[in-house]
T-cell receptor
Framework: GAVVSQHPSWVICKSGTSVKIECRSL??????MFWYRQFPKQSLMLMAT?????????EQGVEKDKFLINHASLTLSTLTVTSAHPEDSSFYIC??????????FGSGTQLSVL | GENVEQHPSTLSVQEGDSAVIKCTYS??????FPWYKQELGKGPQLIID?????GEKKDQRIAVTLNKTAKHFSLHITETQPEDSAVYFC???????????FGAGTTVTVRA
C-alpha cells in the first residue's frame, strides 16, 4: 500500500511552546490529508481536513488558532500545536487519501507537554 | 452525520480459532467500509476494505462481509495467530465527502 511518513514519532515539550508535526505522502500525491487525535484506548477523532493550496476545514470544537494546519504541497501537510499545554498531550495521527476513498495513515506522534 | 457502532470492545481467542468483529452504520448513503489494524504506539494500517456493490471480500485469512439492507458489516479472521493481536477499527464513509467515521475499536488478544 501507499506510504505515509509522519515525524516526529514522539516529542516532549514544555508548556507554552509550539510543536510542529509533519506528514508526508512518499509515493503518491495527496490533495487531501486528515489530522486525527487519539486518546488512550479510544477511537480516532477527526480534527481537521487539510486540502492542498487552501485553508483547512476544522471539525466542531477544534480551535483553528490552536492547531495550525498547512498543506503547501501535494505531499506535505503540517500540524502545529501552538502554545501547548498538558491537556494537549495526546497521540496525533495524519492520513492521506490515495485514490478516491482509500486512506493511509502515518505512524503517529505521541506529544507529551510538561 | 454517520454513526458507526462496533462490537465487541474486547475479544480473546485461542490461537487457531476464528475472530469476528461486527459493525453497524447509520447513513444508508455510506458506500465504502475499510478495516484498520492498529498496534500499540503505531498508526492504523488498512487491512481490507469493501464497497457497497460487493457483499463479501476475502484476502487470505481475512474476510469482510457487508449487508447493505441491514446496514452492518463484519470482519472475520480465521486461523488466528499471536501477531493478529491488536486493536481493530471499522469505518464507513459516504460519497459526499469521503470522510471516515470510525467505530470505537475492538481489542483482539490471541492466546498462544
Amino acid at each position: 500500500g501507499a506510504v505515509v511518513s509522519q515525524h516526529p514519532s514522539w516529542v516532549i515539550c514544555k508548556s507554552g511552546t509550539s510543536v510542529k508535526i509533519e506528514c508526508r505522502s512518499l509515493d503518491f500525491q495527496a490533495t487531501t490529508m486528515f489530522w486525527y487525535r487519539q486518546f488512550p484506548k479510544q477511537s480516532l477523532m477527526l480534527m481537521a481536513t487539510s486540502n492542498e493550496g487552501s485553508k483547512a476545514t476544522y471539525e466542531q470544537g477544534v480551535e483553528k488558532d490552536k492547531f495550525l494546519i498547512n498543506h503547501a504541497s501535494l505531499t506535505l501537510s503540517t500540524l502545529t500545536v501552538t502554545s501547548a499545554h498538558p491537556e494537549d498531550s495526546s497521540f496525533y495521527i495524519c492520513s492521506a487519501r490515495g485514490g478516491l476513498e482509500k486512506l493511509f495513515f502515518g505512524s503517529g506522534t505521541q506529544l507529551s507537554v510538561l | 452525520g454517520e454513526n458507526v457502532e462496533q462490537h465487541p470492545s474486547t475479544l480473546s481467542v485461542q490461537e487457531g480459532d476464528s475472530a469476528v468483529i461486527k459493525c453497524t452504520y447509520s447513513d444508508s448513503a455510506s458506500n465504502y467500509f475499510p478495516w484498520y489494524k492498529q498496534e500499540l504506539g503505531k498508526g492504523p494500517q488498512l487491512i481490507i476494505d469493501i464497497r457497497s456493490n460487493v457483499g463479501e471480500k476475502k484476502d487470505q485469512r481475512i474476510a469482510v462481509t457487508l449487508n447493505k439492507t441491514a446496514k452492518h458489516f463484519s470482519l472475520h479472521i480465521t486461523e488466528t495467530q499471536p501477531e493478529d493481536s491488536a486493536v481493530y477499527f471499522c469505518a464507513a464513509s459516504s460519497p459526499d465527502d469521503y470522510k471516515l467515521s470510525f467505530g470505537a475499536g475492538t481489542t483482539v488478544t490471541v492466546r498462544a
